[in-house]
């Protein structure tokens, strides 16, 4: 399973990438909001820290908006993929972009039937929401499990990004499931990489290891 960040926060996405865990980013428009800073800006600095898909959102709702804002998106950089939201102009832009040769990332993915559809459409990866189904009374991984079975079913390319990560566990269930990609925020990367009986450990050999007899 690969490992993208969810952030649009340029100092986590150089500590992940320092980790040597993450290939790719995906940012949202809340997360650039979160930033105060310039979207394009903050875009290609991105693409300057991590050599890997960078997903960019666009904010039109109908598809010929969409398509012109992703045609300036994809001149930031090689790199770039459009960020696209699952509705029926979003399939109509996803349709036009994949014939074009542009990456595209169908969001707010809340059923197996809208992943179908996206991927039906062209694109190259669909992002299911696990937490906020999670939220609302609903087992989001229920969801990764059926669009696994589905996209495998068909020899479906269109890789599944398990998306509203809220925990280590998310994580390591969408990757039983069969999810190609998790986004996972900064702060789950690194509760991934913790565990008390670690701690534990290191404290006891650097305790032990002062009894150990000095020349
Ligand atoms: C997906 O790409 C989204 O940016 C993100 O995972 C949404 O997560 P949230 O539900 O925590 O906002």
């Excluded at 992002?127 to 669009?147: A, C, T």
């Amino acid at each position: 399973m690969k490992l993208f960040i969810d952030t649009a926060n340029v100092n986590e996405i150089r500590e992940a990438e320092k980790l040597g865990i993450i290939c790719g980013v995906t940012t949202n428009p809340s997360l650039i909001a979160k930033e105060g800073r310039d979207f394009v800006e903050v875009v290609k600095e991105i693409t300057e820290i991590v050599d890997g898909p960078i997903s960019a959102e666009v904010i039109s709702l109908d598809a010929d908006g969409m398509i012109k804002e992703a045609r300036e998106l994809t001149k930031i950089h090689k790199n770039i993929v459009i960020k696209i939201p699952m509705t029926l102009e979003g399939l109509k832009a996803v349709k036009v972009l994949s014939k074009e040769g542009i990456k595209t990332n169908v969001t707010l993915i809340f059923s197996s039937a809208q992943a179908l559809l996206a991927a039906k459409a062209g694109a190259t990866y669909v992002s299911p929401f696990v937490g906020r189904l999670d939220d609302v009374g609903h087992n989001g991984m229920n969801l990764i499990e059926e669009i696994v079975r589905i996209f495998d079913n068909y020899g479906i390319e269109t890789e599944i990004i398990a998306a509203s990560i809220r925990h280590p566990m998310h994580v390591v269930e969408a990757a039983l499931a069969g999810a190609h990609i998790a986004t996972v925020p900064y702060k789950v990367l690194v509760q991934m990489a913790k565990h008390p009986m670690t701690d534990i450990g290191i404290e006891k050999f650097l305790k032990d290891w002062e009894t150990v007899p000095k020349k």
